[in-house]
């Protein structure tokens, strides 16, 4: 099954170096880590999406925890949270097909963000699904290049916070 | 106070009340080395090979409950440390190392002896730190010493470049460390141990697997009072070794691959166990998928990531075995559950100790198991710590050796460190000169750290090195008889294996051989009498077995020999009939 952790961690070099070697030499594979400052800036925030069932990942979080950068881990419950990817995809766009892409793109509420004289470059955000779409409509197209940021995810705010 | 930051590293080693550092110098700790040149409060002893700087610390550490330092150069200084500071880490053992750094404009440029020793080792301390502004040496060190020591003890590595020990600062040592990722629970959960507290006095067939854990937190008397008042019988891990007194009469011994059958059958019998300071190794559990079938499992650990990480526990208690048994005891003894009556447990047990006792051949021959034997008669009562080689001579030791008091056996589980056994004495005695220090090890074992003879001359250590010696890597030797169709590849060591006597001499120590049976209690005697450096090289038997034993992948009550008096293939048919009926009674009865 597939979570989603939410780990702060105290924003130190060679922080990421032992979160990612403890996940290889116990075996456990990661989907997509993502880290970055918080509001805080000693404080980085990872999101790491792996597939694991609930004693593989039980192993994992309490290991995560022996980590003493390590602050907090949430397991992120895909009910009560938000989450974003953001992918820029370079696409193949001849002048004949360019209408057709950038319109693809709009329905998708994606940006264009480069344009060059056979290919346009587009930034989308969203759900992984919606990601998948736009890449499988654009993909006869020719896709030339493709990079994404890896799943970042928020606990959705509590009614009494709001 | 105005001073270096390699004066620094000194002073808070004083404040951290370091007495001893093992290490051995070399290019980027001139500074420190300069530093320790004048020092009266800290001894350093030299070693003679990094490795040993590690191993001789981890020893110390385990002998005395203090944490154990060790120094070094960058590079292969550090590099040659790594094996000390992994076996430390395998079995839990509050070190601090200290290594030293090519100066901090270089790192990263390949520069001359240096390796990202914080890289290497990340997967093998609690945590490690380069330090990179002088400033923060002091409270480097203080947080070293503070995750080294609490909560589940461990190697901490500090890489210092050279030219932060050569930098100037303003001294002032931090009265405590700030972790904030660092919080480890000590007291158990109180519904968890009422709850425990019920199911081992209701128990009908309990056992008490206890291990390492109990002897990090000195927790023995707890644990014995708590077998003496439920009646529980008790067996131990290789680690867990004078955690509970192996002659007790509760006392099942080890456990595991090599343990004894008794300790074995009743494990995989038992319908609870209480499980502390373990970790379900694999030398431990032997299959995993049929360990102790009928057992409910209490498992009490500081480290929550061993609960349920090899099997699973139906009772989890993550907390300090010390303050968790003691709460337990204490919940006991209000009696609110009436205790079961365990007279049939005990009897089968009895039954099991008289009909598969440890034992070994007498033919005359120097057995092995003779020599640890007549070690055990003739130290009982003394103030003893017997540190072990890997491969027999360390089952042997374990099965052989009554450790009856907590620090008194000390051995390289986890790992499995060949050439443990000296540089283990060493730290040991240092650390308990008083002891009568004995490392029981093998001809291979000690060849991997014999330049160690160098340190216990240099420093007059009566340590007794008794090698039993086969002639051959005799673990794997024994493996490759039983599994490998005696196909004995490249372990017979006779051929170039140097003169122990006389290489000893030329370190300037005593040596003997004893080839004669009737010299071998003789000649401990006096060893032990004179308290002096010396090596006894025992010519053992050279095809003797680690017996009982369980094969890899095997049930451990499926064991291999220690039956008295049948031959092994004897051995093999009647355990499968007898065990199995006898298990049949009891659980047919019971239920």
Not at chain 2, 21 to 32: A, D, E, M
Not at chain 2, 86 to 95: F, G, K, L, R, T
Not at chain 2, 572 to 586: K, P, Q, R, T, Y
Request: proline residues 5%; contains cysteine.
């Amino acid at each position: 099954m597939k979570h989603i952790l939410s780990v702060l961690v105290e924003n130190k070099p060679g922080v990421l170096a032992r979160v990612s070697g403890l996940f290889s030499r116990r075996g456990f594979n990661i989907e997509s880590l993502a880290v970055g400052p918080t509001e805080d800036p000693n404080i980085s925030r990872m999101t790491i999406v792996i597939d694991a069932d609930d004693l593989k990942l039980e192993q994992i979080t309490k290991q995560l925890h022996k980590l003493v950068n390590v602050l907090k881990i949430s397991d992120l419950d895909p009910k009560d949270s938000v989450e974003r990817e953001l992918v820029l995809i370079k696409v193949n766009a001849p002048p004949d097909k360019r209408a057709e892409v950038v319109e693809t793109a709009n329905i998708f509420r994606a940006n264009i963000i480069d344009v060059s004289k056979t290919t346009l470059t587009i930034e989308i955000t969203g759900t992984a699904t919606k990601i998948q779409a736009l890449e499988d409509l654009l993909r006869p197209y020719g896709i030339k290049e493709l990079v994404r940021t890896g799943k970042i995810a928020l606990a959705r705010g509590k009614l009494a916070e709001t | 106070m105005r001073m270096t930051g390699a004066e620094a590293l000194i002073k808070s080693l004083e404040k951290e009340g370091v007495e001893v550092i093992f290490g051995y110098p070399g290019g980027v700790v001139l500074p420190i080395y300069d530093a320790l040149y004048d020092n009266k409060k800290i001894r350093h002893v030299l070693v003679r090979h990094e490795q040993c700087a590690g191993h001789a610390a981890d020893a110390y550490a385990r002998a005395t409950g203090k944490v154990g330092v060790c120094l070094v150069t960058s590079g292969p200084g550090a590099t040659n440390l790594v094996t000390g500071i992994a076996n430390a880490w395998m079995d839990s053992v509050p070190i601090v190392a200290i290594t030293g750094q090519v100066a901090t404009h270089v790192i990263g440029t390949d520069a001359f002896q240096e390796a990202d020793i914080t890289g290497i080792t990340m997967p093998i301390t609690k945590h490690n730190y380069l330090v990179k502004d002088v400033n923060q040496l002091p409270s480097t060190v203080k947080q070293a010493f503070l995750l080294a020591k609490t909560g589940r003890p461990g190697p901490v590595l500090i890489d210092l470049p050279v030219d932060i020990s050569k930098a100037e600062i303003d001294f002032k040592y931090p009265e405590d460390a700030s972790i904030p990722g660092y919080k480890p629970t000590y007291k158990g959960h109180m519904k968890q141990i009422k709850e425990a507290a019920k199911l081992l006095v209701q128990a009908e067939k309990p056992i008490i697997y206890a291990g390492g854990g109990i002897i990090k937190s000195e927790a023995w008397d707890e644990l014995r009072q708590l077998a003496e008042l439920v009646q529980i019988p008790v067996t131990t891990t290789l680690m867990g070794k004078g955690a509970f007194p192996d002659d007790h009469p509760l006392s099942l011994r080890m456990l595991g691959m090599h343990g004894t059958r008794y300790a074995n059958y009743a494990i995989m019998d038992s319908d609870l166990i209480f499980a502390v300071g373990v970790r379900f190794d694999d030398r431990v559990t032997g299959k995993i998928s049929t360990f102790a079938p009928h057992a409910t499992i209490i498992h009490v650990d500081i480290d929550p990531a061993e609960i349920s990480k090899n099997i699973p526990a139906h009772l989890p208690i993550v907390g300090d075995a010390k303050i968790v048994l003691k709460d337990l005891v204490a919940e006991i003894k209000k009696g609110k559950t009436p205790h079961s009556d365990k007279t049939r447990w005990h009897e089968l047990i009895a039954s099991w100790k008289k009909k598969y006792p440890l034992h070994y051949h007498q033919d005359g021959a120097i057995r092995p198991e003779y020599v640890v034997e007549t070690i055990n008669k003739l130290t009982k009562d003394m103030d003893v710590i017997v540190t072990t080689g890997v491969g027999q001579n360390q089952m042997w030791a374990a099965q052989f050796y009554s450790a009856n008091k907590p620090r008194s056996f000390i051995s390289s589980g986890g790992l499995g460190t060949m050439g443990f056994g000296l540089p283990a004495a060493i730290g040991a005695q240092i650390g308990r000169p008083d002891a009568v220090v004995i490392d029981i090890d093998g001809d291979g074992s000690i060849q991997m750290v014999s330049q160690e003879l160098a340190t216990v001359a240099a420093n007059k250590l009566p340590i007794i090195i008794a090698i039993l010696n086969n002639g051959y890597l005799g673990m794997v030797r024994q493996w490759q008889e039983l599994f490998y169709k005696k196909r004995y590849s490249q372990v017979d060591l006779n051929v170039g294996t140097p003169d122990f006597v006389k290489l000893a001499e030329a370190y300037g120590i005593k040596g003997v051989r004893v080839t004669d049976i009737g010299d071998v209690s003789k000649i401990l005697k006096k060893a032990i009498k004179d308290r002096k450096p010396i090596l006894i090289d025992f010519m053992v038997a050279r095809e003797e077995n680690v017996f009982p034993m369980v094969a890899p992948g095997a049930s451990i009550d499926e064991m291999l020999g220690g039956i008295p008096g049948a031959s092994l293939s004897q051995m093999i048919d009647e355990e499968e009939e007898e065990v199995g009926s006898e298990a049949h009674l009891i659980s047919s009865s019971g239920k």
